[in-house]
């Protein structure tokens, strides 16, 4: 700049005037171009950034900015909206992907046009760099090659050898920055527990996970294996195995939904063990090693673990998951036995115009035609888990954002993505959409225009542990956010029909036997109708059942696709329930038994409930008993269909004195 250097020289000899022309200037040549106020930006929405990306990493950054300006925004033309970089790029930016539209435009922005007013969004693809360092990357948002005022914003991020364990989505998870206009989301983990949560936090004492044995475990209920995981201190505070800087790794039991993965070497319930080296210093690894015990049931579990510091200190940045899989006992396969002569139970139809039941063949109809029961399908609502943040919704076909009243407040184009929050200190929901910001002091709800249509919870991670990359977030029916007083959690509830619900559990396989699998659909329809009539169980939390094996393992759409014999057997039992004296009964089922059934009392307690009872279950002798065994045993009823037993003969036997009924078409 040799007319800055100029000016500066010979400033002595020139008038106060003259000297502030000449600076004023030299400003004004320096300065990027802006648009005036027809062309104005404002931050509403962030994403969360990741601790650490691996080199070669692909991430996805989105933002949002609502147009403060006079001019409507478009995504065509010569001053077509797009995200840039602002900083010099000889050859490429370090972030750099092949998708971005050249080497200074990251992307465009959605919708095509955003009026005075709305929100446009911009997801920049980025892949990190094959260098391990910390970069301060700097961006805006254009119309044409003219900067829009308001709408520069910074993104750091870090690259190193292990990404950070809390960042395990491509797509990072949005949170709201703080204007005025916008109430900030208070975020809620998904992933804390009331005793993490008590915790007090010490900015000195942090730490990254960098090393494991193993990314999943698979093991057979009951089994036992060794895990050990590398923690990198990276406060300022020595971790010791004594106090007063005593390190303990922990187990979060609300992660599995309090299902047990306690090995007798554990300290307790919660504290698995304490640091066995004498001596930690920052920057330097911990190792910690210890044996999981895998629960008596089978599923998909993701527990949660971390450290704590003289047991009153959560150590931040610690936190890390082991997708587990749980597999029960292969059923012992035993020849096929002719069926029995004895005749079948029938199925009971609960009649609209009278008080008794009209017995009647299976998918036979009555003397007076096909029965109608007095009953329709009942809508379910289904905890899904705890939300952290923001979440990200879209559909493929035109979905609408409304209260849980049935207020509808915008129709939103197939494909767009909606960020639904809550704000814990005002009280508000908010949705972020391509239309206008919505607030509402009731739950949002976002469902299909038109049905069948497919929910996506593109900010939700809920991966399949025995398959890497596959994410089971997908539903069909509605989906809520809402504020549970119970827990202070924010949960993402799905609401939708029965039969929808029951075609997404992941409670056996495709291999399993016809009978077998419609005897554990009627089962289960029988558990969920019982909780839903009675709405006890998860009152306070707004919803009918938990998505997880505490109720049921429920994985939504994608389990469906999975899983076709399951909707085979939705669809032969179609609203058919075990009933008790002529009222829906809670029907328990679990893997095996050891040759007899436990009693409700045994188990649980209470008062004695007349069809869960002891008794032998001869094709379980000689087995381990997984699960509490009450009610039906899966393995057993596999092998009763094997030997031609069909599933109401397989339902009536476990569920003692009772029937199975037609209760809605």
């Not at 004594?242 to 299902?259: G, K, Y």
């Not at 999975?562 to 009222?583: E, H, I, K």
């Amino acid at each position: 700049m040799p007319s800055l250097r100029i000016a500066t020289h010979h400033a002595r000899r020139l008038s106060l005037p003259l000297l502030t022309a000449v600076l004023l200037v030299c400003a004004v040549a320096t300065t990027p171009p802006t648009y005036a106020a027809t062309y104005a930006a404002q931050k509403m929405i962030t994403s969360k950034v990741p601790t650490t990306l691996t080199q070669l990493q692909p991430y996805t950054y989105a933002i949002g900015f609502k147009n403060i300006g006079s001019t409507t925004w478009s995504s065509a033309g010569t001053d077509r909206i797009t995200a840039k970089t602002t900083q010099n790029v000889r050859y490429e930016h370090w972030f750099s992907s092949h998708l971005w539209i050249d080497k200074l435009t990251v992307t465009s922005m959605t919708p095509n046009t955003v009026a005075p007013g709305q929100v446009a969004y911009f997801n920049l693809p980025l892949e990190a760099p094959q260098k391990n360092a910390t970069f301060n990357n700097m961006f805006a948002v254009f119309a044409g090659d003219k900067k829009i005022e308001g709408s520069d914003f910074s993104l750091t991020l870090t690259v190193g050898n292990t990404a950070s364990s809390t960042n395990t989505q491509t797509t990072s998870t949005p949170t709201a920055s703080a204007p005025a206009a916008v109430p900030t989301p208070v975020p809620t983990s998904s992933a804390t527990t009331a005793t993490a949560d008590t915790l007090r936090t010490n900015p000195y004492a942090t730490a990254t996970p960098l090393i494991k044995s193993a990314q999943s475990l698979s093991l057979q209920a009951g089994a036992a294996a060794t895990f050990t995981i590398g923690i990198k201190n990276t406060g300022d505070r020595n971790w010791r195995n004594v106090s007063p800087s005593l390190v303990a790794l922990n187990f979060d039991p609300s992660s599995t939904a309090n299902v047990s993965f306690k090995d007798s070497s554990w300290v307790s319930s919660i504290v698995i063990l304490n640091q066995s080296a004498p001596l930690t210093q920052p920057s330097e690894l911990g190792f910690f090693s210890f044996i999981i015990k895998a629960p008596t049931m089978g599923g998909q579990y993701n527990p949660e673990f971390y450290l704590t510091l003289n047991g009153d200190t959560l150590i931040e940045g610690s936190r890390f998951h082991l997708p587990i899989s749980v597999a029960m006992p292969a059923p012992v396969v035993t020849p096929s036995a002719p069926p029995t002569t004895t005749s079948s139970p029938t199925i009971v139809c609960i009649a609209a115009d009278q008080n008794q039941d009209l017995e009647q063949d299976p998918g036979n109809p009555s003397e007076s035609g096909l029965c109608q029961p007095s009953h329709t399908e009942p809508i379910m609502r289904v905890g899904i888990d705890k939300l952290e943040g923001q979440l990200g919704v879209t559909a493929n076909l035109p979905y609408i954002i409304r209260d849980n009243a049935g207020k509808e407040f915008v129709k939103v184009a197939a494909g767009m993505t909606t960020f639904l929050s809550y704000n814990a200190a005002t009280g508000a929901y908010t949705a972020v959409s391509p239309g206008p910001l919505i607030t509402s002091p009731l739950p949002l709800q976002v469902v299909a225009a038109t049905d069948p249509s497919i929910i996506t919870l593109t900010t939700f991670s809920n991966p399949v542990a025995y398959h890497p990359g596959w994410n089971d977030n997908t539903y069909r029916g509605a989906i809520e956010i809402r504020w549970s007083e119970a827990d202070q959690k924010v949960w993402i509830i799905n609401e939708l029909p029965m039969e929808d619900y029951l075609r997404g559990l992941a409670e056996s396989s495709n291999a399993a036997e016809p009978e077998y699998q419609k005897a554990l659909i009627t089962a289960a329809r029988s558990y969920a109708l019982y909780h839903h009539d009675a709405s006890t169980k998860h009152l306070a939390r707004h919803f009918d059942v938990v998505a997880t094996v505490s109720d049921q393992y429920y994985r939504g759409y994608e389990s469906e696709k999975r899983l076709p014999a399951v909707s085979t057997a939705v669809d032969a039992t179609r609203g058919q329930v075990v009933t008790y004296n002529g009222s829906v009964v809670v029907t328990p089922y679990s893997a095996s038994t050891d040759g007899t059934t436990r009693s409700w009392e045994d188990v649980w307690g209470g008062t004695p409930k007349p069809w869960l009872v002891r008794k032998p279950v001869p094709e379980d002798v000689g087995r381990q008993r997984f699960g509490h065994g009450v009610g039906m045993s899966q393995l057993a009823a596999n092998d009763m269909a094997k030997k031609g037993k069909n599933y109401l003969d397989i339902l009536t036997f476990f569920y003692v004195n009772t029937n199975i009924a037609q209760w809605y078409n």
